[in-house]
Nanobody, 130 residues
Framework: VQLQASGGGMVQAGRSLRVSCTIR????????ITWFRQAPGKEREGVSC????????YYSSPVKGRFAVFRDNAINTVWLQMNDLRPEDTAVYYC????????????????????????WGKGTQVTVSS
């Protein structure tokens, strides 16, 4: 399984950007996808998660209300729509996948933990200028 994140770039504060994650090598869309980000000098943090059907989504507090995650299983792609971007959103954004069945109750508390994921893509840089 390979994950490819793309769509990063440089935008001014208040603008929007959409990044995408394409998953290859998996014939069925039975995977949870989570977006993480890592700013310079900071630890990587979970940003948003979407279950395999798209029926459940999760957001970290700093992005709730501004970011939206969605997916199209027909093309094995997950997007992160980022609105009202702020300079503190500047980071490298990564997508990560957890394959196979999952426990929804456990996911609610563990989705932002890096240990929950076994496949990672290379990141895409998002830079927000003030």
């Amino acid at each position: 399984v390979q994950l490819q994140a793309s769509g990063g770039g440089m935008v001014q504060a208040g603008r929007s950007l959409r990044v995408s994650c394409t998953i290859r090598g998996r014939s069925t869309p039975d995977f949870v996808i989570t977006w993480f980000r890592q700013a310079p000098g900071k630890e990587r943090e979970g940003v948003s998660c979407i279950t395999s059907s798209g029926g459940y989504v999760y957001y970290s507090s700093p992005v709730k209300g501004r970011f939206a995650v969605f997916r199209d299983n027909a093309i094995n792609t997950v997007w992160l729509q980022m609105n009202d971007l702020r300079p503190e959103d500047t980071a490298v954004y990564y997508c990560a996948a957890s394959l196979g069945p999952y426990d929804l109750k456990g996911l609610t508390t563990s989705w932002a933990s890096e240990d929950s994921y076994d496949h990672w893509g290379k990141g895409t840089q998002v830079t927000v200028s003030s």
